[in-house]
């Protein structure tokens, strides 16, 4: 098994938890500059990893909850045509 080495994260681990949705959370808070918000979409929205694995560590987050992603609807799920 390859382990990665991510002391940084650390402060996120044992830290003190919030019950609460980070992703609602972050969206609520109407300051993308502060909430690491890259892009909002109609659908999904950008944000960048507070606690990243790597340089860069994006996510795309869709507006619904679901536990998978075969629990998104269509819109969600299907990827934009050019
Ligand atoms: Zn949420």
Redesign the pocket.
């Known amino acids: 098994m390859q382990r990665l080495w991510t002391p940084w994260r650390m402060q996120y681990i044992a830290g003190e938890k919030n019950h609460e ?5 972050a ?1 609520s808070q109407q300051n993308d500059r502060e909430t690491f918000i890259v892009s909002r979409g109609e659908h999904c929205f950008v944000i960048l990893n507070k606690y990243p694995y790597n340089n860069g560590h994006l996510m795309v987050v869709p507006y619904a ?1 679901t536990a998978d992603l075969s629990s998104l609807g269509r819109s969600e799920a299907r990827r934009r045509q050019r």
């Open positions: 949705c980070i992703f609602c959370s969206l909850h």
